[in-house]
């Protein structure tokens, strides 16, 4: 059987996996869809069949088995909302789902429609620990991000706060806080935060450093968990995505492995 897959979001990790899965045959991208047209009819030129480009997520129902978001998590809901009852779904931009309401509609809808909802791991590790340990009890989940401050130059929150980024000669400590706030005031750069709040002690209760270092090419995350289970300290140095220094390559590579387990059918790792 060919499991045919649709990708919402046709910049760096979408383009990636649509080339990646382009040798399987039992695999098909038929659909993709972006809000900057161009960048889906330019993705749709370089894979063989080539898959229809869809004027928005409706679009994917009927065709796709499967749909990969891989856009920003202000697409997340309305995915969810007009997909889920139909196919199945991986999300990346997991800071979507920890808006008010969103993860209750979509276990509600895929219980009765009998689809799945998938969140990779993306740039994160630990959440396996985390997981398994979280009902019997966690202390502590803190996560430290570091990253260049090349990757943070969008962000308002920093502009607001006068933050200039550009002038930096030493590691800064840019926010400390929930994983909440973070996820609210860094959309873009810490979908990890979201990830790692959904597996164990919620948004508020996780808290999240996030440091802007000049002097690092990585992007690199902290994680620290104490509970029932021990302890655990985890440091990731992810290389960022030669296409984006927002993403970490290690995103892209975690989506094309959930692909894989759900087209094979076995689960490795909890
Ligand atoms: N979970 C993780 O660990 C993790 C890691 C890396 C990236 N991410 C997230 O994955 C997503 C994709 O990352 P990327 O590096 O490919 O980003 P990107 O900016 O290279 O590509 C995103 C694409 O999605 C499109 N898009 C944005 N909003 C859209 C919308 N509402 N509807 C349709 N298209 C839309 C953009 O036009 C763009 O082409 C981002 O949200 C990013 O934050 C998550």
Do not use: W
């Amino acid at each position: 059987m060919t499991v045919r897959v649709g990708i919402l979001g046709c910049g760096n990790i979408g383009s990636y996996i649509a080339s990646a899965l382009g040798d399987r045959q039992d695999i098909r991208v038929c659909a993709l869809f972006d809000k900057e047209v161009e960048r889906a009819q330019a993705l749709c030129q370089r894979i063989t069949p080539t898959p229809k480009v869809v004027a928005g997520v409706e679009g994917f129902v009927g065709c796709c088995d499967l749909v990969v978001e891989a856009a920003a998590p202000d697409a997340v809901e309305s995915l969810i909302k007009k997909t889920l009852g139909y196919c199945d779904l991986i999300i990346l931009s997991v800071g979507g789902l920890i808006r008010e309401g969103t993860l209750d509609f979509a276990e509600k809808t895929a219980k009765e429609c009998k689809t799945k909802l998938y969140v990779p791991s993306g740039a994160i590790t630990g959440l396996d620990v985390i997981k398994a340990s979280a009902k019997k009890g966690l202390r502590k989940v803190k996560l430290t991000t570091t990253k260049n401050p090349r990757s943070l130059l969008d962000v308002s929150y920093l502009k607001e706060k006068n933050i200039d980024l550009n002038s930096l000669s030493a590691p800064l400590i840019v926010f400390k806080g929930t994983a909440k706030d973070a996820v609210e005031f860094f959309p873009k750069n810490i979908n990890v935060a979201a990830a790692l709040s959904l597996c164990g002690v919620g948004v508020e209760e996780t808290r999240v450093e996030i440091v802007a270092d000049p002097g690092i090419t990585t992007n690199s995350h902290e994680v620290e968990v104490e509970g029932v289970f021990g302890k655990m300290y985890v440091k990731l140095e992810n290389l960022p995505s030669p296409e984006n220094p927002k993403t970490s390559y290690l995103a892209a590579l975690s989506v094309l492995r959930q692909i894989e387990e759900y087209v094979g059918g076995v689960k490795i790792g909890t």
